[in-house]
């Protein structure tokens, strides 16, 4: 998408999803970085081993989780060994169970060793975000929104978080600065107000992905439908209020714009939310509070 939406007909949820980049040259981007920081100039305690030696790994599950992190994991062990032969037991974006196997790779002993952590870090951590945005996702299910993340991401690791909220069934908000407009609230006071905020918008649109404007009051709810915008942002809003939001959004004669949720949603307030009728609900929590996914790695011999 080219152009802004700030006028027009009201645009698809769906459509609204920034493009990531390449995975497989993004995986070994952020592989080679951890590499780096963990192994070094090399492995000391890796060295113990033969170099001749192959052997077989296996990953298992010591919880229930949305697997996540493929293109990761496998970069992490080719950098090091680049003939290693995987078998995925479970595919991404499916379940896996406690005592569940993830996978099994064969490979030289001392390459396993030496991306063991690595391997690890980028399939627990992504696993987690998938499988909180899966919780998410599944409650909301049969209400018209969709759960979004947010920029809340761990430093360097943005397109590697958005896309396990991809896995996870989510939708990912703006990558970043540089391809949406979101008005704020500290936007809106140094614009002069909502209306003037969408218009210097409007000058800036042909490089942005979308145009969104985040408003905290009806009133101003009102003056951004009435200025054309066709996304919104209803922040920290009470139910009563987000339940009124939706009304009017409905009958303004402009046409109904497409209405996010954010600010404070859990898991235990997130259908009460959903069922005001919003389009999208953005969550921080699906990239900034995670707890990594319990997995254990075994070598055994061939």
């Not at 000391?44 to 077989?56: E, H, I």
């Not at 090091?80 to 490979?107: C, I, S, T, Y």
Request: glycine share 8%.
């Amino acid at each position: 998408m080219n152009s802004a939406i700030v006028a027009g007909s009201r645009p698809d949820p769906l459509s609204l999803q920034p493009a990531l980049p390449d995975l497989a040259a993004q995986a070994a981007a952020d592989v080679a970085r951890a590499l780096a920081e963990d192994v070094g100039s090399g492995d000391l305690t890796a060295a113990l081993v033969d170099p001749a030696l192959r052997m077989r790994a296996r990953v298992v599950a010591r919880q229930a989780a949305v697997v996540c992190g493929r293109p990761w994991v496998e970069a992490a062990l080719h950098a090091l060994d680049a003939q290693a032969r995987w078998h995925w037991v479970v595919d991404e974006g499916a379940r896996v169970e406690p005592g569940g196997v993830v996978f099994e790779v064969e490979a030289q002993a001392r390459a396993l060793l030496s991306a063991e952590r690595t391997m690890l870090n980028f399939l627990q951590t992504l696993s987690a975000v998938a499988t909180v945005t899966r919780r998410y996702v599944e409650a909301v299910a049969g209400t018209r929104a969709r759960i979004c993340d947010t920029r809340k991401t761990l430093p360097g690791l943005r397109v590697a978080q958005k896309y396990a909220v991809r896995i996870g069934g989510g939708l990912n908000h703006r990558m970043g600065l540089h391809d949406a407009i979101l008005i704020k609230e500290n936007h809106i006071a140094a614009a002069g107000g909502v209306r003037a905020a969408l218009q210097r918008a409007q000058a800036l649109a042909p490089q942005a992905l979308f145009v969104q404007i985040e408003v905290e009051t009806l009133a101003q709810l009102d003056e951004a439908l009435d200025a054309g915008a066709r996304l919104i942002l209803l922040d920290n809003m009470e139910l009563p209020m987000l339940q009124e939001a939706v009304r009017r959004n409905s009958v303004h004669p402009g046409g109904r714009a497409v209405l996010e949720i954010s600010g404070g949603v859990t898991l235990a307030n997130v259908r009460a939310l959903a069922a005001t009728g919003v389009d999208r609900i953005s969550v921080g929590a699906l990239t900034k509070d995670i707890e990594a996914v319990d997995l254990s790695m075994r070598l055994q011999p061939l």
